[in-house]
């Protein structure tokens, strides 16, 4: 029963006082309140990084006088969207405008219970893992439609038409790529793929069947952008375009809730692909530091070298059209995503 | 098995309240003062007339249905990774079967261009006033 | 095994709940959201049964794929040329009379079959070695005619679908 460490000390400290499955709910809820909270944080890291980083991309400085170089900017601004009036257009079916936000948000941090922070550090080892990831992020597009819906103006419904036909088309060729990685270690569990690439650089998965791996990261890394609407893939948020796209009507916390839901999906790919490619927690350098608290850190690390190289993207390139928006899924990703399957098929037969 | 589910139904119902939370200590808040302008419909400063919806575009249809297709061979695709290390040539050459009659359909629907989007046309010059 | 019964109930009035609101709802996207619950609750049903493969294939296929295609077609057609387009019912008395036989005929097979009732099951093992080995063995053939059954419909609907562009 017990699957960490720590439930096994918790479970001696209080022996017949509480009844075990009590216990083990108890040990879960904690659990979810420290993801909850660490990926609430995350975002707000999220957005304070991507304010300084964009500003000194473009030579200027970003947020200076909120805290010590703009470092508590984030949380005023979290702070003022609490008290900021919720409207909600008159037009606007009530009930999925309030429906929509849920739905987004609880599927995007659903993902997070399986990623694996340390060898025992994972709130829940599914068997199947990643493909548990894969689905949930279907259940987001759902959210979208229907708060493209909800605010019952034409710019909404279409940018919610527009998001939810991209991510569904780039989930292909970002499912695709995935294959390579479970192929080559023949689980679905996230906590069993990174421990097949424990023990330094060299075992990580992305130089596993050379070049179909890193051809299948180069793919999942954008297939993955696309899905977050981020750009140069953004067009259903394009300000000059459609205003904000599905979430135009929304304002206040449910506007914060979209936003808190965009900037943890963004490191939720992030770690997701270090996960997979980049080998996880387990240290570059073989067995040197690659316990405990350590772990956190190499994981940390190599995701927040991704969330730099998405939002270095997102700041140098401009934005792509439509029409080669789903140009580049169907004509190139897809097709590429199948090659590199079959090419690492081939590489582990012969 | 059942443990980690319920970790994960657990977790959904956390986000849930969580969500529901921060909906309520702002409904406490906030100040409410709907005004006939602040709760009309944005248009960027147009007024908007009649009731919201879209020509119908038979292409975001196209793409779902290929997703839908997409989508099912991929769970097909799926387990046979899971246990492709540990049994051999045969079943690589079955899947590359399944994945070869996919690929017909992919190459049918990309040649009689069901895949198009829209490019933007060039308006020729006569026919502005 | 207290607990496993508690969840199964919620599941339970989940999934019965929710379509409920499909079937009474007057709006078509209140039905559409009853439908998502549904899914989601036989999900949960599928876990407690020790399928979870089946389990995350039925959310990622019913609400990813065919659910989205569902809302899709339903927002791009619910106003032809300004008109809404209702669900209502008719022919109330019919109905009812159809309904009630096919009910009563489900009901009568339902009651005589022999069930093979699982105890709440001690093995909860994961499933998906087990299918991906049976796939690629026992059964074969039906998986090699599922890819030639997905061409026919992929080329099927892209061709209706390109009948209605061209007009």
């Known amino acids: 029963m017990p699957v960490l460490n720590i439930y096994v000390t918790i479970f001696q400290t209080f022996p017949d006082k509480i009844p075990d499955t009590i216990l083990t709910i108890l040990l879960m809820l904690a659990g979810a309140v420290g993801i909850t909270v660490l990926a609430a944080l995350l975002a707000l890291v999220g957005v304070?990084?991507?304010?300084?980083?964009?500003?000194?991309?473009?030579?200027?400085?970003?947020?200076?006088?909120?805290?010590?170089?703009?470092?508590?900017?984030?949380?005023?601004d979290a702070l003022k969207l609490l008290l900021k009036e919720d409207i909600v257009p008159a037009a606007a079916d009530k009930k999925l405008h309030l429906l929509a936000p849920f739905i987004v948000f609880s599927a995007t941090i659903?993902?997070?219970?399986?990623?694996?922070?340390?060898?025992?550090?994972?709130?829940?080892?599914?068997?199947?893992?990643?493909?548990?990831?894969?689905?949930?992020?279907?259940?987001?597009?759902i959210g979208i439609i229907l708060a493209g819906w909800a605010s019952n103006n034409k710019w909404s419904l279409l940018g919610g038409m527009r998001s939810a036909a991209q991510i569904v088309s780039f989930e292909i060729p970002a499912s695709l790529s995935i294959l390579v990685v479970i192929m080559a270690v023949g689980s679905l569990n996230l906590g069993d793929i990174v421990e097949f690439q424990n023990g330094g650089i060299l075992h990580w998965l992305i130089w596993k069947s050379f070049p179909f791996n890193l051809i299948a990261f180069i793919i999942f890394f954008t297939a993955s952008l696309a899905e977050l609407n981020r750009a140069p893939f953004d067009l259903p948020e394009a300000e000059s375009e459609i205003i904000a796209g599905f979430h135009t009507e929304y304002s206040g916390m449910k506007w914060a809730i979209f936003f808190l839901a965009e900037y943890a999906n963004m490191f939720l790919v992030a770690v997701i692909a270090s996960t997979l490619f980049l080998g996880g927690w387990s240290s570059p350098f073989g067995n040197f530091l690659n316990y405990g608290i350590f772990s956190i850190f190499w994981l940390f690390v190599k995701s927040f070298s991704l969330i730099f190289i998405q939002m270095w993207l997102r700041w140098t390139l401009p934005r792509v059209r439509v029409d080669q928006l789903m140009y580049t899924s169907w004509k190139v990703l897809t097709p590429f995503a199948f090659l590199c399957m079959i090419g690492v098929g081939f590489y582990m037969i012969f | 098995m059942l443990v980690n589910f319920a970790s994960v139904l657990i977790f959904i119902l956390f986000s849930v309240l969580f969500v529901g939370f921060n909906f309520l200590l702002s409904r406490f808040i906030q100040p409410r003062n709907p005004t006939p302008l602040k709760v009309s419909t944005y248009e960027c400063g147009e007024i908007a007339e009649g009731d919201s919806w879209i020509q119908f575009n038979i292409r975001f249809y196209v793409i779902a249905l290929a997703f839908l297709i997409f989508d099912v061979e991929i769970v097909f695709l799926f387990p046979w990774a899971v246990v492709f290390k540990n049994l051999g040539v045969f079943s690589f050459i079955e899947m590359m079967v399944f994945v070869f009659m996919l690929l017909v359909g992919l190459a049918y629907v990309w040649a009689k261009g069901d895949l198009e989007w829209d490019k933007p046309k060039d308006v020729p010059a006569q026919e502005t006033f | 095994m207290g607990f496993y019964d508690l969840i199964f109930w919620l599941f339970a009035?989940?999934?019965?709940?929710?379509?409920?609101?499909?079937?009474?709802?007057?709006?078509?996207?209140?039905?559409?959201?009853?439908?998502?619950?549904?899914?989601?609750?036989v999900a949960g049903i599928y876990v407690l049964l020790a399928a979870d493969f089946l389990a995350i294939v039925q959310i990622m296929i019913y609400v990813g794929g065919i659910l989205v295609l569902l809302l899709f077609g339903v927002m791009l057609s619910h106003k032809i040329g300004g008109i809404q387009?209702?669900?209502?019912?008719?022919?109330?008395?019919?109905?009812?009379?159809?309904?009630?036989?096919?009910?009563?005929?489900?009901?009568?097979?339902?009651?005589?079959?022999?069930?093979?009732?699982?105890?709440?099951?001690?093995?909860?093992?994961?499933?998906?070695?087990?299918?991906?080995?049976?796939?690629?063995?026992?059964?074969?053939?039906?998986?090699e005619i599922v890819s030639v059954l997905l061409l026919i419909a992929l080329i099927g609907a892209a061709y209706i679908a390109r009948k209605e562009r061209v007009q």
């Open chain 1, 48 to 76: 304070y990084l991507e304010r300084k980083i964009s500003a000194h991309m473009q030579d200027r400085l970003g947020p200076m006088h909120v805290g010590w170089h703009g470092v508590v900017q984030t949380l005023a």
């Open chain 3, 13 to 41: 009035f989940i999934s019965v709940a929710s379509a409920a609101l499909m079937v009474f709802s007057k709006n078509v996207i209140y039905s559409a959201v009853g439908l998502l619950f549904a899914f989601f609750g």
């Open chain 1, 110 to 141: 659903a993902a997070f219970v399986v990623l694996p922070f340390s060898k025992t550090l994972v709130l829940s080892k599914l068997n199947v893992g990643i493909f548990y990831v894969v689905a949930i992020s279907s259940f987001v597009v």
């Open chain 3, 85 to 143: 387009l209702e669900t209502g019912t008719l022919n109330k008395i019919p109905a009812f009379i159809v309904a009630g036989g096919i009910f009563i005929i489900f009901f009568r097979v339902i009651n005589k079959t022999v069930w093979p009732l699982r105890t709440t099951a001690k093995e909860f093992n994961p499933t998906v070695e087990k299918i991906g080995t049976l796939l690629m063995t026992d059964y074969l053939i039906p998986f």
